[in-house]
Each structure stands twice: as structure tokens, then as C-alpha cells.
């Protein structure tokens, strides 16, 4: 936290009273993250030493969700005060300041500037003598913003949780807990496919459920688009894999009416509903600005796109790597690549790979097998 946050004088010390601003973004019938809600609950109680938790996984993962679920299960039980902050970026992160200054500071007072707002408010913070909750959403880009801990308040009656796609950021959680999401369990992925798709939850279509929410890696915002899809073709679900087969762009692209997931995609616009596939196109971005050989690994992607979901083995790619040099069609196709795998394959450099995609939480996992190392659940 920021130990160099200005001191306010005895005078201008906060009254104690009750802010909320959380998105109105809560689904009903939340569904299925209960552990990971209890674990936030149980690292931000007042009987835990810990004051940070930071929530990562990939989008559509239900971060937002569990956020705004344990925002609303902690008001008045422990939390008198909840602020919501856009951390996108940091101009993003000082509005969302801005809006608390304005909030908080005595009626007679003026401030200058977005710099004196945003100091006001992590120093009243930092004196604030009730406990309160700061949620830091969309920090998903720590090198282009590597200051957010100068923007913590530092309060033993303060808890804060950040959402986030990237690993790095776990540093940041310190004694406290970062927890990592990954798709849902095969029940309540089947619970939620069925109230999404409007079909009554019967024997005969379980099995049909069950290689539904498998294919779509028990990712819930994959799972949301296809359940609209299912009811706004009313499809039977017999035939929902062969749909998705021949139109997967389609119903991954669709976003669905009155849909929870959304977000700035820039400072200026207004909070814009998202898709699986958006969601990828930032992830991608993401990738080939900040990452060095960025395009290269997203080409990488690319290829795992061909592949099934799990099990995507190194041997394969190894032997694709060896015969490009005998096999110019295969040399042309593989194009940027061969700047991660010059010369010899290097094992070590792939596993350096796959991990950074996995800081970033593009690619979920994976582990070492008897033919290396392979990657496991993703949705392409």
C-alpha cells in the first residue's frame, strides 16, 4: 500500500457515513463460484491479517460476478463503504478518483485538479475510520501501468480485491490470497446451461448437457452464448453440436440481450457488452503490444486452434518444427514461428512460451507429459 499518501489534518478527517458505487451488473441466480466466494470472504474477514485478494482468470471466467456478488453479500455486514475503480489504465483509474473525491469531500471544499482529487481520496481513505471495500477492475495490463500500489490506501480498516487477467499481478496480494479461476464444475456448468438455454433439466438430455459445457471448456460466458443461441433457434439440444461445428464464429460472436459482461474498451467509450470472441480480440491485442514476439505467439495460438482443446502435446509441434526444414510447404506455413524455434528445438524456450501465455491467461494450463510438455482446456 502507499505509506507516502498525504496526511489530512483533524479537521477534514471523514465523518463516518455510507458510499456504495458498484456496477448494476449482478446477475440473478448466481451460480457456481461459491467456493471461490468463501474464499474471499474468509481472506478479507476482520479476523484475517490479509487486506488483498487478487482474483485472476481469463475473460468470461465470472470475476465480475464474484466481485459484485461478494459486494453485495458484505454490505452493512462488514463493509460500510464499497468503491468500484476502473483500473484499465491509469487516466481510467483517476476518474474513477475523481468520482470518490467528489463523493466524500465536505461541501465547502474545492479541489484543483484530477492530482489533488485522487490525493484527496487515498488520503481520506487511508484516515477512514469505518471499514471499507475497493474493488480494482480490469487490471489487466500491468507493464503499461506499473503504479497501482501508489494508488492503495493504506488502512487497517481497508480490504481490497483486484481483478485481473495477469499472473504478475498476484505479487501484489502480498500475505494476502490471489486466486486463480478456471471453468466451472460440471454440475453447475450444466445448471447454468440449462436456465440459459430454457430447457427443463431431464435424464435424456444430461449426456447431450454434459458434451456441450465440455466442449465449450465449462467457461460461463461460452456457456451464456450458447444457451441464448439454443433458445433463440430453439434448437433441440441433440442438435446443438452440429451447429456449433459449422456457425462456432457465429455463436461465440453473439452477444446476448441484456448481457452482464461489460467494459470500457477504451477511456472515452461507454462500458460496451462483450463476447467470447471480443474478448479473445483483446486478449490478442493485448498480446502482440505488450509482449516481446507478441505476434509470433499469438501465431501460435493460431495453430492451437486446429487442434482439440486439451492435450495439445509439445511432441507435435516439435516434429512440425524438424520437417520444415526439409518441407517447404510446411516451412511457409509455419511463418513466424520459426523466430521463437531458430535453429534446433529448444524445450526450454517453448515451456517459456506457454508459460507467458498462461500469465496472461489466454492459455488455462498446462503440464509435463511423456511427450513434453502439453496444454490443456481452452476454448477456440
Same mark, same amino acid.
Given at each position: 500500500?502507499?505509506?507516502?499518501?498525504?496526511?489530512?489534518?483533524?479537521?477534514?478527517?471523514?465523518?463516518?457515513?455510507?458510499?456504495?458505487?458498484?456496477?448494476?451488473?449482478?446477475?440473478?441466480?448466481?451460480?457456481?463460484? @461459491?467456493?471461490?466466494?468463501? #474464499?474471499?470472504?474468509?481472506?478479507?474477514?476482520?479476523? !484475517?491479517?490479509?487486506?488483498?485478494?487478487?482474483?485472476?482468470?481469463?475473460?468470461?471466467?465470472? +470475476?465480475?460476478?464474484?466481485?459484485?456478488?461478494?459486494?453485495?453479500?458484505?454490505?452493512?455486514?462488514?463493509?460500510?463503504?464499497?468503491?468500484?475503480?476502473?483500473?484499465?489504465? @491509469?487516466?481510467?483509474?483517476? +476518474? !474513477?478518483? #475523481?468520482?470518490?473525491? #467528489?463523493?466524500? &469531500?465536505?461541501?465547502?471544499?474545492?479541489?484543483? =485538479?484530477? /492530482?489533488? !482529487?485522487?490525493?484527496?481520496?487515498?488520503?481520506?481513505?487511508?484516515?477512514?475510520? =469505518?471499514?471499507?471495500?475497493?474493488?480494482?477492475?480490469?487490471?489487466?495490463?500491468?507493464?503499461? $501501468?506499473?503504479?497501482?500500489?501508489?494508488?492503495?490506501?493504506?488502512?487497517?480498516?481497508?480490504?481490497?480485491?483486484?481483478?485481473?487477467?495477469?499472473? /504478475?499481478?498476484?505479487?501484489?496480494? +502480498?500475505?494476502?490470497?490471489?486466486?486463480?479461476?478456471?471453468? *466451472?464444475? #460440471?454440475?453447475?456448468?450444466? %445448471?447454468?446451461?440449462?436456465?440459459?438455454?430454457?430447457?427443463? @433439466?431431464?435424464? &435424456? /438430455?444430461?449426456?447431450?448437457?454434459?458434451?456441450?459445457? @465440455? &466442449?465449450?471448456?465449462?467457461?460461463?460466458?461460452?456457456?451464456?452464448?450458447?444457451?441464448?443461441?439454443?433458445?433463440?433457434?430453439?434448437?433441440?439440444? +441433440?442438435? $446443438?453440436?452440429?451447429?456449433?461445428?459449422?456457425?462456432?464464429?457465429?455463436?461465440?460472436?453473439?452477444?446476448?440481450?441484456?448481457?452482464?459482461?461489460? &467494459?470500457?474498451?477504451?477511456?472515452?467509450?461507454?462500458?460496451?457488452?462483450? =463476447?467470447?470472441?471480443?474478448?479473445?480480440?483483446?486478449?490478442?491485442?493485448?498480446?502482440?503490444?505488450?509482449?516481446?514476439?507478441?505476434?509470433?505467439?499469438?501465431?501460435?495460438?493460431?495453430?492451437?486452434? $486446429?487442434?482439440?482443446?486439451?492435450?495439445?502435446?509439445?511432441?507435435?509441434?516439435?516434429?512440425?518444427?524438424? !520437417?520444415?526444414? =526439409?518441407?517447404?510447404?510446411?516451412?511457409?506455413?509455419?511463418?513466424?514461428?520459426?523466430?521463437?524455434?531458430?535453429?534446433?528445438?529448444?524445450?526450454?524456450?517453448?515451456?517459456?512460451?506457454?508459460?507467458? *501465455? %498462461?500469465?496472461?491467461?489466454?492459455?488455462?494450463?498446462?503440464?509435463?507429459?511423456?511427450?513434453?510438455?502439453?496444454?490443456?482446456?481452452?476454448?477456440?
Amino acid at each position: 500500500m502507499n505509506d507516502q499518501a498525504p496526511r489530512l489534518s483533524q479537521g477534514t478527517r471523514p465523518t463516518v457515513k455510507r458510499y456504495y458505487r458498484i456496477p448494476n451488473r449482478r446477475v440473478c441466480g448466481f451460480i457456481g463460484s @461459491e467456493v471461490i466466494l468463501e #474464499e474471499i470472504v474468509n481472506q478479507l474477514s476482520p479476523s !484475517s491479517t490479509s487486506r488483498i485478494v487478487v482474483l485472476r482468470g481469463m475473460g468470461g471466467q465470472g +470475476k465480475t460476478q464474484i466481485a459484485l456478488e461478494y459486494c453485495h453479500q458484505a454490505i452493512d455486514r462488514q463493509f460500510l463503504t464499497i468503491f468500484w475503480i476502473d483500473a484499465t489504465s @491509469e487516466s481510467s483509474l483517476k +476518474k !474513477s478518483f #475523481e468520482v470518490i473525491s #467528489e463523493d466524500i &469531500r465536505p461541501a465547502a471544499m474545492t479541489l484543483s =485538479s484530477t /492530482d489533488s !482529487s485522487v490525493d484527496f481520496a487515498i488520503a481520506s481513505l487511508s484516515a477512514w475510520p =469505518s471499514p471499507w471495500l475497493m474493488v480494482f477492475d480490469n487490471y489487466d495490463d500491468p507493464t503499461a $501501468f506499473e503504479n497501482l500500489p501508489h494508488f492503495l490506501p493504506n488502512n487497517k480498516n481497508g480490504s481490497i480485491l483486484i481483478k485481473t487477467r495477469h499472473a /504478475d499481478v498476484d505479487a501484489l496480494a +502480498k500475505g494476502g490470497k490471489a486466486i486463480e479461476l478456471h471453468g *466451472l464444475k #460440471e454440475n453447475f456448468a450444466l %445448471k447454468l446451461f440449462f436456465r440459459q438455454s430454457g430447457t427443463v @433439466e431431464v435424464d &435424456r /438430455d444430461i449426456e447431450q448437457g454434459r458434451n456441450i459445457v @465440455e &466442449r465449450l471448456g465449462y467457461h460461463p460466458l461460452a456457456i451464456t452464448q450458447a444457451g441464448a443461441y439454443i433458445t433463440k433457434r430453439k434448437i433441440a439440444l +441433440k442438435d $446443438f453440436m452440429d451447429h456449433y461445428n459449422r456457425r462456432r464464429k457465429i455463436i461465440l460472436d453473439q452477444t446476448p440481450q441484456m448481457s452482464q459482461y461489460r &467494459r470500457r474498451l477504451t477511456d472515452a467509450q461507454n462500458e460496451t457488452s462483450l =463476447s467470447v470472441f471480443t474478448i479473445w480480440e483483446l486478449s490478442f491485442q493485448q498480446l502482440e503490444t505488450m509482449q516481446a514476439d507478441g505476434k509470433t505467439k499469438a501465431d501460435l495460438l493460431t495453430f492451437f486452434a $486446429f487442434f482439440h482443446c486439451k492435450d495439445i502435446t509439445e511432441r507435435l509441434f516439435k516434429e512440425f518444427h524438424d !520437417s520444415r526444414n =526439409s518441407n517447404d510447404q510446411v516451412s511457409c506455413c509455419i511463418g513466424s514461428l520459426g523466430k521463437i524455434f531458430r535453429g534446433a528445438w529448444d524445450s526450454d524456450q517453448f515451456l517459456d512460451t506457454l508459460g507467458e *501465455l %498462461k500469465d496472461l491467461s489466454i492459455l488455462q494450463t498446462f503440464s509435463e507429459g511423456a511427450d513434453g510438455f502439453a496444454t490443456s482446456r481452452s476454448i477456440h
